[in-house]
């Protein structure tokens, strides 16, 4: 054998062997799984479950013989998209909400289910629909913690064949067309000002109940007279050109009486009168 020859098998024995060492580690790198802590590893073996899901940690495989599916056990966000809703009222709203799972059963997420997220998503679809449609509108904008807590209970029951289990359901925008949006601020501002007729109607009452008490006390001619100048007091104090100078009726009763041709008995009687009253005053 030639030189060329021994070379040229040498090279050939070469290939092969570093042939096969890629191959003892591409079927060893196969047969390694690492899972992380918050994952499972589902195995199957000729297309059957071996057990329980496996994990944390290093997972030891059959090459070409086991498969590994791994499933996240973390809780998931996902936003329900946008829906047209009418209500039972026969208002069309559009919501919108947020749902919060996590897979408690690996093995049913993957055996039970093609896909759980796509399956949870299309089912709080649905059933955000059905349950919104449901109710007034009334009742949307102001129980949506009883909302929230219906459409949890049912999304729930829906998943929990697949290993999937809805925590929370959250609605968190209803948009309301601009029509019936003025007629609910019409309505809010008709019910203040009712408010505020039923609140200036209650002060009134009150009002003439303390005028009441007020006018018992001002019987006595002193209490009136005071009253007077107190109000004489709180005019003067403002910046008016009014002038008001109370002058008692009982200066002019005498001249009303002429004027009626009836004269007084004696001139004594109106300078008496007059006298008192500079004395009253």
Do not use: C
């Given at each position: ?202 002060g009134e009452y009150q009002a003439s109940q303390r005028l009441s008490?007020?006018?018992e006390r001002l019987e006595s001619p002193t209490a009136l007279q ?48 007059r006298e008192e009253e500079v004395e009253r005053l």
């Amino acid at each position: 054998m030639s030189l060329i020859q021994m070379q040229a098998v040498g090279v050939g024995a070469i290939v092969v062997l570093i042939a096969a060492v890629l191959f003892i580690i591409f079927i060893l790198a196969s047969a390694v799984r690492i899972v992380n802590e918050y994952e499972r590893g589902v195995i199957f073996r000729l297309g059957r479950v071996q057990g329980a899901a496996k994990g944390p940690g290093l997972i030891l495989l059959i090459p070409i013989v086991d498969r590994m599916v791994k499933i996240d056990l973390r809780t998931v966000s996902m936003s329900v998209p946008p829906q047209e809703v009418i209500t039972r009222d026969n208002v069309p709203v559009r919501v919108d909400a947020v749902i919060y799972f996590r897979v408690l059963d690996p093995n049913k997420s993957v055996i039970e289910v093609e896909n759980y997220v796509l399956a949870t998503s299309q089912i709080s679809q649905t059933t955000l629909r059905s349950v919104l449609g449901q109710k007034d509108l009334d009742d949307l904008l102001t129980n949506r913690e009883a909302i929230n807590e219906e459409l949890q209970v049912i999304i729930d029951d829906h998943t929990e064949p697949w290993g999937v289990k809805v925590s929370a359901v959250e609605v968190k925008d209803v948009e309301v067309p601009q029509q019936m949006q003025r007629a609910m601020a019409r309505q809010a501002e008709s019910e203040r000002e009712r408010r505020a007729k039923i609140i200036a109607a209650e002060g009134e009452y009150q009002a003439s109940q303390r005028l009441s008490q007020a006018a018992e006390r001002l019987e006595s001619p002193t209490a009136l007279q005071l009253r007077l100048f107190q109000t004489l007091t709180e005019i003067s104090s403002e910046q008016s050109s009014t002038l008001i100078i109370p002058v008692p009726m009982d200066l002019f009763r005498p001249y009303l009486k002429m004027g009626d041709g009836h004269l007084p008995s004696e001139p004594s009687e109106v300078q008496r009168e007059r006298e008192e009253e500079v004395e009253r005053l």
